[in-house]
């Protein structure tokens, strides 16, 4: 018995890249998610390459380098709006990052992950300092509540301490800080260890 082959689909030509569409496909990204300016530039630039992807090498080239154009352009156009602003995106999203339990030093890491300056990474985590309190025992608190670290852990937590401390450890927390947190016996001794230092920083 012989089968026969499926004729092979041809593929649509891509639409090629404009401003219009460009715009259009940053507002759709946009709504949907919170974005750096890097988020977005690689987002454009990737739907610039697939639309150049069935042109011979020549045409392509000139292609992605009228689309990266357009992108940048597009860029500056949301920045001036106050649309696309990665002083605003990182200091939302370092608080969010730290409610969840996110260390200054894993905040950091990923704000540059994804293309935030240097200089916005330290003003972002500025703004988390000034809540008050120790922030990264605020944060090792919730990181260890979410994973039902230590005084979070049901049963008995001394046996699991070792492998606590090397979770506090891999999510950026210093030694100290990890300790203090599971240095508590229960629930009830983290709320009185928050309480106590923000008593101190008074």
Known sequence: MTFRKAPATKRMPSRPITATSLENVATHYLERFAASTADLRRVLLRRVRRAAED??????????SDGAALVEALIAKLQSAGILDDRRYAEIKAASLHRRGGSRRAVAARLAQHGVERELITHAIGAIDEDGG??????????????????????????????????????????NTARRVLDCRDPAAVELLLRCQDDDTV
Do not use: S
């Open 134 to 175: 120790d922030t990264d025992l605020i944060a090792a608190v919730a990181f260890a509540r979410r994973r039902r670290l230590g005084p979070y852990r049901a049963g008995d937590a001394a046996p699991a301490r070792p492998k606590d401390m090397a979770a506090l450890a891999r999510a950026g927390f210093d030694q």
């Open 55 to 64: 042109d011979d090498r020549t045409v392509a080239e000139a292609r992605r």
